[in-house]
């Protein structure tokens, strides 16, 4: 992934991944597998990691939980297509306790789609860009929602919280942002996934109990912005990485991580409690090998979804 392809070559990759798509994702799986991380070791006492799938995550620490881009809905493909409106399954987020606060990277629907929903049932505020305001009110929930400052530490509890500006990828052959732009709704009823506009993006630094976790959700950074070396765990996004120049050397020699854990690479469109299978072209396998290409002093662990770590 050091070098990115022009709009030919990701179509090339494509047909590629396509005649080899089986094999792939078997690799992708035993990758998975191999590096699964169980116990949670080097984690504070007192603090759990769990993984939601796709770029969500709950941290829980001393029984206080907060959430980041929490998407347990997961809509079908076919809503997708078919420009569906779809609501917030409440079942789905049953799997999750009430948080102090949701944080939010960027606004696509499989990052912010069950947020609302999610706030109004616990009472919590929700932190992020303009557009995530807006998608609040959208919900009648406009006080719930705090527009951040760029490197403005926000104390929820016992975490302190940075918001860093950042980049989405350009997922449509390295030209453009899909569904870029602020969610531009009057009604709840225009938002079918496609309304679900990126709004600004960022990375999120989390200090908590003497550990700090930086997430990125998305895979582009801008490097100038990134102030926070030598995190703990960096919760690495990688679907869409290789449509951005040296993704992953760029962000592990700005953070410096102790611990890597890649998320973002299953098919956010199957059910939760489906057998987890692979987004697509996303080579969980070939991450490790670029993780490994800037320098092997970098430890990887992937997260089964829904099973947390650490020491409550």
Not at 101 to 128: E, K, N, Q, S, W
Not at 155 to 161: I, N, S, T, Y
Not at 163 to 182: D, N
Request: glycine share 10%; proline share 6%.
């Amino acid at each position: 992934m050091g070098s990115v392809l022009g709009p030919l070559g990701h179509l090339a990759a494509l047909a590629a991944y396509g005649a080899r798509r089986g094999r792939q994702v078997d690799h992708d799986l035993d990758a998975h597998r191999a590096l699964t991380w169980t116990d949670g070791d080097g984690l504070p006492r007192g603090l759990t990691l769990e993984w939601l799938g796709t770029a969500g995550f709950r941290l829980t620490y001393e029984g206080q939980h907060l959430l980041i881009d929490p998407y347990l809905t997961r809509l079908p493909l076919g809503d997708l297509l078919r420009r569906r409106v779809v609501a917030a399954d409440a079942a789905a987020l049953a799997a999750v306790p009430d948080p102090l606060a949701i944080l939010v990277g960027h606004t696509h629907f499989d990052h912010a789609l069950d947020v609302p929903a999610l706030a109004r049932r616990a009472g919590c505020p929700v932190y992020g860009s303009a557009s995530l305001a807006r998608l609040m009110a959208l919900h009648g929930q406009p006080a719930r929602a705090i527009t951040v400052a760029p490197h403005r530490t926000y104390d929820v509890g016992p975490f302190a919280v940075t918001f860093v500006p950042s980049l989405h990828s350009k997922l449509a052959g390295g030209l453009w942002v899909p569904y870029g732009g602020e969610i531009t709704c009057e009604h709840v009823d225009e938002l079918v996934p496609q309304a679900y506009k990126c709004g600004q993006v960022w990375g999120i630094h989390v200090a908590v109990g003497g550990a700090t976790f930086y997430h990125q959700g998305s895979c582009d950074l801008i490097d100038a912005e990134v102030r926070h070396k030598g995190v703990d765990v960096l919760l690495c996004g990688i679907s869409g990485r290789r449509f951005t120049p040296r993704y992953v050397a760029r962000l592990l020699r700005a953070l410096e991580p102790r611990l890597v854990v890649p998320h973002h690479f299953d098919d956010f469109f199957r059910p939760r409690a489906a057998p987890m299978a692979m987004s697509l072209n996303v080579n969980l396998a070939g991450f490790v090998d670029e993780v490994g290409a800037v320098s092997r002093d970098f430890a990887i662990k992937t997260l089964g979804c829904g099973a947390p770590v650490g020491v409550a």
